[in-house]
């Protein structure tokens, strides 16, 4: 360490501000201008997490509970098995259509003195793994874990003199910056092809048109392996196995908690995705989220993961007859799981509700256009998904650079030039 480097405290430049209890009667999953930030808005290794939006549908809250743009949230509360956001920061983002409100789960960073500390500095310190280590070593709780202000304020790091500090907040937010270019230009394709879909499949569909089954482009449906979470005995084949949780990344942007299982070679040989397929979420949901989120795989996806792949057995692969139907399935699933269609195909009881596929792919019809329709709908959407999957890439790669950088930084071993 430098010797130009202070050991210092938190609680020295900033305080925690716990946030208000809105009251629970006007928490909504339907869309308001008002976006409750809570727990589930943080990426693992923090970062704000632009969607799994919380909504607000009353004006009876203190205004000093509005959240600004740049404001620095961390969060307070961690359901997860693994604390994996316990702690971590996140910036508020731009949004002109909506008010992000300071939820009583997540803390408000507050300045005190910013004379001898850089804002931004302050916040990759609470993105350091060294940082949220601490917190979930001082955490309280079993199932659920909980931090304080105190306790994240009595984090001990070393601070570069003021200069410095700027030098490595700039280099660590433009790789940041441009992670979430990346994101943005991706969330815009995906919302171009969905509505494409929705304006020659829904908005003009034709009188003539059939109503056929999905049955007419699929030719089997696959189910899943769990596997074993230990290499044991047959159970050889390590695996990532994607999950429904993991659909819901994959629908935003790259899975970061795809669980390595172990599976046999030969059930692997069964179940491995090709280029085409489609994998739907088959159990799971909440009151307020139906099951049947799906995700088309093909060779890009699969080696984003850097390991084989196959999916548990809460999920279902549908096997296109052709991968040029694949994206035009895809998103019409995708469709009715956005207008709640699958609501009525769910069954189930003790908490776990089932889709029932069969019913969704081999029997309730729908009106279905010709193929050639559908052939040059795929020609048109399929550099979006190429370029999505380009840009994943991307992600990626400066996300790994980051993340490897962060630590080098902050903690002296890489030096950046004022």
Not at 58 to 78: A, C, F, H, Q, R
Not at 127 to 140: F, K
Not at 231 to 259: N, S, W
Not at 263 to 287: A, C, H, N, R
Request: hydrophobic letters at 35%; one cysteine or more.
């Amino acid at each position: 360490m430098e010797n130009n480097w202070k050991e210092v405290k938190l609680g020295k430049f900033i305080k925690v501000k716990h946030g208000f209890a809105f009251p629970g009667t006007h928490i909504t999953d339907q869309e308001t201008d008002q976006v409750l930030v809570t727990p589930g808005n943080f990426h693992i290794g923090g970062g704000f997490k632009n969607n799994k939006f919380k909504y607000f549908n009353s004006n009876d809250y203190p205004e000093s509970y509005i959240l600004k743009e740049g404001d620095i949230v961390v969060t307070m509360t961690d359901l997860s098995k693994e604390s994996d956001t316990l702690g971590y920061g996140a910036k508020i983002p731009r949004n002109n259509k909506v008010k992000f409100l300071h939820n009583q789960r997540v803390g408000l960073v507050e300045f005190k003195d910013e004379k001898e500390i850089h804002y931004d500095f302050v916040y990759w310190v609470l993105r350091t793994r060294s940082y949220q280590g601490y917190v979930v070593g001082s955490a309280s709780g079993t199932s659920i874990m909980h931090t304080s202000p105190s306790r994240i304020e009595d984090y001990d790091f070393f601070l570069p003199p003021l200069p410095e500090q700027k030098a490595i907040a700039s280099v660590l937010s433009s790789l940041d910056d441009k992670i979430d270019l990346l994101h943005q230009q991706n969330q815009t394709l995906e919302a171009l092809a969905e509505t494409l879909f929705r304006q020659w499949f829904v908005e003009e569909a034709k009188e003539d048109w059939e109503e056929l089954p999905f049955s007419e482009w699929i030719s089997e449906t696959v189910g899943g392996d769990w596997g074993k979470e230990t290499l044991q005995g047959e159970f050889t084949k390590g695996v990532y196995c994607i999950r429904g949780t993991d659909i819901a990344d994959l629908l935003t942007g790259i899975p970061t908690k795809t669980p390595i299982r172990f599976v046999k070679e030969k059930k692997f040989q069964s179940i491995e995705p090709k280029e085409g397929d489609i994998i739907i979420e088959i159990s799971g949901g909440t009151e307020n989220q139906s099951t049947g989120r799906a995700y088309f795989i093909n060779n890009e996806i699969k080696s984003l993961f850097g390991k084989d792949l196959v999916f548990s057995n809460f999920c279902r692969l549908i096997r296109i007859k052709d991968s040029n139907y694949s994206f035009f399935v895809y998103l019409y699933l995708k469709y009715l799981y956005d207008q709640d269609e699958f609501f009525n195909l769910e069954n189930g009881s003790s908490g776990i509700k089932n889709l029932d596929y069969k019913s969704l792919l081999f029997e309730n019809k729908y009106k279905m256009p010709k193929e050639d329709l559908v052939l040059k709908f795929n020609d048109l959407v399929s550099d979006s998904y190429k370029k999505i999957n380009h840009n994943k890439f991307q992600i990626q790669t400066l996300t790994q650079l980051r993340d490897t950088l962060l630590p080098k930084l902050m903690s002296g071993e890489v030096r950046v030039k004022n």
